[in-house]
């Protein structure tokens, strides 16, 4: 699909009739689709426009349920973790809701050189991440797009003990064909991107200047990133800018699209709130503000319409809101985040460079030992990627259950990684006690081979995985 191509994927007379028709759905529609949803096939766009009308509180919390036991049956209770990497907060563009923008005298612009992207990149590592999201502004020091790339080989090339960054994945602006096939070569995990809003007028209102006003030139991203062979694509929308119903039923839409163009889906959706950004009016009084009940219905919502695409929930969102997510559905999530170029090494979140304010602030072994507390298995895992586990394969997979074969045992291996070279005493001491205890409840196989992978990590192996 090339730029100036309208995009005609996104139909909004459709979602608006959808919406309209789904108004006052009665309690038997609505148990019928949650029946429909326990078979994990799915949901299509009526369905979903139905499940955002519910409100009555039985039917609101028969949803929940329902999207706790696709949570639990698919992925169990593991929880993928990775943090996010600000190379740049250069920018031309002229979102009204990013500090980042190019106007905003509030914020100091910085791109880290390639010896500043290695002590950042040794300052995840030595906390123990083995993924990260490289994230940047939309303009580039002189080199260009070549600075994306470095910036991928110098993550990469760093490495520190028996620490190194695994995976490599990218949330930066849309690119041409040619331009994603340089991506794909430099061994990218997911390309990510979010459309902000799918609703065009409101795209317009919020996007003034640069390549970024541009809806259809974003719209099509995915297009060309999967014709030039980046098969693990994330998408997401930015909630609080448009009425978050339509901007699910948008997503739908675009998902179908790529699924009916390329035979897959996105590999994940990030689902972002608006949060307060230096300089920014409306990104502390978001036109559309999403309440946190709806904000855990957006996460329900979501799980059972694609059951078997990754939702992933960022720092941007408190602890409480983050640990209400993870049982309804969510299976990634960033943590010890700064969204300031520089900001691991600094030791903090400089507000004057950052893109937004965050809503945790905790650092990883925190979040470890919270998240590990309440049962659920952290996971530093990249097996997939790094056997060419992705995209349709990834997805044919899944659904079997590859989750439990594969995924389960190397989450324990690598958690228990993370406890010999990183945990603190206590995160270590709630740590083993929860893998041994997840190994137990294991069936018979995967509990083979997770036993196998621990082995091998308590004889000194590192980077096992099956
Ligand atoms: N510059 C590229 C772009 O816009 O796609 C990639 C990186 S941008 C820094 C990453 C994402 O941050 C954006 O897609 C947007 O959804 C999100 N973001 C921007 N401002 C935000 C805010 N005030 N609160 C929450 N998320 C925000
Ligand atoms: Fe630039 Fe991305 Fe921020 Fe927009 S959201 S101003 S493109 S960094």
Same mark, same amino acid.
């Given at each position: 699909?090339?730029?100036?191509?309208? =995009?005609?994927? /996104?139909?909004?007379?459709?979602?608006?009739?959808?919406?309209?028709?789904?108004?006052?759905?009665?309690?038997?529609?609505?148990?019928?689709?949650?029946?429909?949803?326990?078979?994990?096939?799915?949901?299509?766009?009526?369905?979903?426009?139905?499940?955002?009308?519910?409100?009555?509180?039985?039917?609101?919390?028969? !949803?929940?349920?329902?999207?706790?036991?696709?949570?639990?049956?698919?992925?169990?209770?593991?929880?993928?973790?990775?943090?996010?990497?600000?190379?740049?907060?250069?920018?031309?563009? +002229? =979102?009204?809701? =990013?500090?980042?923008?190019?106007?905003?005298?509030?914020?100091?612009?910085?791109?880290?050189?390639?010896? +500043?992207?290695?002590?950042?990149?040794?300052?995840? /590592?030595?906390?123990?991440?083995?993924?990260?999201?490289?994230?940047?502004?939309?303009?580039?020091?002189?080199?260009?797009?070549?600075?994306?790339?470095?910036?991928?080989?110098?993550?990469?090339?760093?490495?520190? @003990?028996? &620490?190194?960054?695994?995976?490599?994945?990218?949330?930066?602006?849309?690119?041409?064909?040619?331009?994603?096939?340089?991506?794909?070569?430099?061994?990218?995990?997911?390309?990510?991107?979010?459309?902000?809003?799918?609703?065009?007028?409101?795209?317009?209102?919020?996007?003034? @200047?640069?390549?970024?006003?541009?809806?259809? *030139?974003?719209?099509?991203?995915?297009?060309?990133?999967? +014709?030039?062979? /980046?098969?693990?694509?994330?998408?997401?929308?930015?909630?609080?800018?448009?009425? *978050?119903?339509?901007? !699910?039923?948008?997503?739908?839409?675009?998902?179908?699209?790529?699924?009916?163009?390329?035979?897959?889906?996105?590999?994940? /959706?990030?689902?972002?709130?608006?949060?307060?950004?230096?300089?920014?009016?409306?990104?502390?009084?978001?036109?559309?503000?999403?309440?946190?009940?709806?904000?855990?219905?957006?996460?329900?919502?979501?799980?059972?319409?694609?059951?078997?695409?990754?939702?992933?929930?960022?720092?941007?969102?408190?602890?409480?809101?983050?640990?209400?997510?993870?049982?309804?559905?969510?299976?990634?999530?960033?943590?010890?985040?700064?969204?300031?170029?520089?900001?691991?090494?600094? &030791?903090?979140?400089?507000?004057? +460079?950052?893109?937004?304010?965050?809503?945790?602030?905790?650092?990883?072994?925190?979040?470890?030992?919270?998240?590990?507390?309440? @049962?659920?298995?952290?996971?530093? =895992?990249?097996?997939?990627?790094? !056997?060419?586990?992705?995209?349709?394969?990834?997805?044919?997979?899944?659904?079997?259950?590859?989750?439990?074969?594969?995924?389960?045992?190397?989450?324990?291996?690598?958690?228990?990684?993370?406890?010999?070279?990183?945990?603190?005493?206590?995160?270590?001491?709630?740590?083993?006690?929860?893998?041994?205890?997840?190994?137990?409840?294991?069936?018979?196989?995967?509990?083979?081979?997770?036993?196998?992978?621990?082995?091998?990590?308590?004889?000194?192996?590192?980077?096992?995985?099956?």
């Amino acid at each position: 699909m090339k730029s100036n191509d309208i =995009c005609m994927f /996104i139909q909004e007379d459709a979602i608006e009739k959808t919406l309209a028709a789904s108004h006052s759905a009665e309690t038997l529609a609505v148990r019928d689709i949650l029946a429909k949803a326990r078979q994990l096939q799915g949901l299509d766009l009526a369905d979903v426009a139905t499940l955002c009308s519910v409100s009555d509180p039985q039917l609101l919390s028969e !949803l929940f349920d329902t999207a706790m036991y696709a949570k639990e049956t698919i992925y169990g209770k593991r929880l993928v973790i990775f943090a996010p990497l600000y190379i740049s907060n250069l920018c031309s563009n +002229e =979102c009204l809701y =990013c500090a980042f923008r190019a106007r905003n005298k509030a914020v100091k612009r910085r791109a880290l050189t390639q010896d +500043e992207v290695r002590i950042e990149t040794l300052e995840l /590592i030595r906390q123990g991440h083995k993924r990260v999201l490289l994230v940047a502004g939309e303009s580039y020091p002189k080199e260009g797009f070549d600075y994306v790339l470095k910036s991928i080989e110098t993550v990469y090339d760093t490495a520190e @003990g028996p &620490g190194q960054i695994r995976r490599v994945n990218v949330n930066v602006a849309p690119l041409s064909t040619d331009e994603f096939k340089r991506l794909k070569a430099a061994k990218i995990g997911t390309y990510q991107l979010f459309q902000e809003t799918y609703h065009r007028p409101t795209y317009k209102n919020v996007h003034l @200047g640069g390549q970024k006003a541009d809806y259809d *030139w974003r719209v099509s991203c995915m297009d060309r990133a999967i +014709e030039a062979g /980046i098969d693990d694509v994330g998408i997401g929308v930015l909630f609080g800018l448009f009425d *978050w119903r339509f901007e !699910l039923l948008a997503l739908m839409q675009h998902i179908r699209h790529l699924e009916k163009t390329f035979g897959i889906g996105p590999h994940t /959706i990030s689902v972002p709130r608006l949060e307060p950004a230096a300089g920014s009016d409306i990104a502390s009084q978001p036109p559309k503000p999403v309440s946190d009940i709806d904000f855990r219905k957006i996460v329900a919502i979501l799980r059972l319409a694609v059951p078997y695409t990754g939702i992933i929930m960022s720092t941007r969102e408190t602890p409480n809101m983050r640990r209400e997510t993870f049982a309804l559905g969510v299976s990634q999530i960033s943590a010890g985040s700064r969204t300031n170029p520089g900001g691991y090494a600094e &030791g903090k979140d400089v507000v004057d +460079e950052a893109q937004f304010s965050l809503g945790d602030h905790r650092g990883l072994d925190e979040v470890i030992a919270d998240i590990a507390g309440l @049962g659920y298995v952290p996971s530093f =895992c990249t097996g997939c990627y790094r !056997l060419g586990r992705t995209g349709k394969d990834f997805m044919d997979l899944a659904k079997p259950g590859l989750i439990k074969e594969h995924c389960d045992p190397n989450a324990l291996s690598t958690f228990l990684e993370y406890i010999q070279d990183y945990a603190s005493p206590k995160t270590k001491e709630i740590g083993l006690a929860l893998i041994e205890r997840t190994l137990a409840a294991m069936d018979e196989e995967p509990r083979r081979r997770g036993q196998k992978l621990l082995d091998a990590v308590k004889s000194g192996n590192r980077d096992v995985f099956c």
